[in-house]
């Protein structure tokens, strides 16, 4: 796997976490707890959403599936993301699967603030939200249930519809930087 460097060492960017101590960790240090952390590899998703017909989205690495009767899917954005705020009110979301020549489209909606869908193309799932032209698979899915969990919340979503590129590889996370496949 070959790995490119991110900015600031995470996925979400400035609606990630602080940069305060953590508690329970051995040092107590947040640089410590993400490296260790970042040696587990992960896709790149971008969770979209539309609330009043208006697209908002986020880059995220915490997204799972979570059951297959009912089928769910989870994943973690940060407490302090506005984006994330826009999606929830909106009910449902849609989790797009990054593909390998994909990193562009994940920094921009790890951006707090920027225009975040302007020259991305894109078409509404049947809740509304958005699903990204090119991606490797996408998951649209109504909220489920929300928990707490730090400074995240955990979304279990409810799936609606699904679909996978029938071909390509994944844009992945690891050691605080971007991944791919070499074969």
């Not at 849609?94 to 951006?111: G, K, P, Y």
Request: charged letters at 20%.
């Amino acid at each position: 796997m070959a790995v490119a460097d991110l900015a600031d060492g995470t996925i979400e960017g400035p609606d990630g976490p602080g940069d305060g101590p953590v508690e329970g960790a051995r040092t107590g240090d947040v640089a410590h707890f993400r490296e260790v952390l970042g040696h587990f590899a992960t896709g790149i998703v971008v969770i979209t959403g539309a609330l009043d017909g208006v697209p908002a989205g986020l880059t995220c690495q915490s997204f799972v599936s979570l059951s297959l009767d009912p089928p769910l899917v989870a994943f973690c954005p940060s407490k302090r993301s506005s984006s994330w705020r826009r999606i929830d009110q909106s009910g449902a979301f849609c989790a797009n699967v990054l593909a390998e020549d994909q990193e562009a489209t994940s920094r921009v909606f790890a951006t707090s603030g920027a225009d975040k869908f302007r020259g991305v193309g894109w078409r509404a799932a049947e809740t509304g939200s958005p699903i990204l032209n090119d991606v490797l698979a996408w998951v649209d899915c109504r909220i489920e249930a929300r928990h707490d969990a730090g400074d995240h919340h955990i979304i279990v979503g409810r799936v609606v519809e699904l679909e996978a590129a029938t071909r390509g590889r994944p844009l992945l996370a690891f050691r605080g930087g971007y991944g791919r496949f070499d074969n």
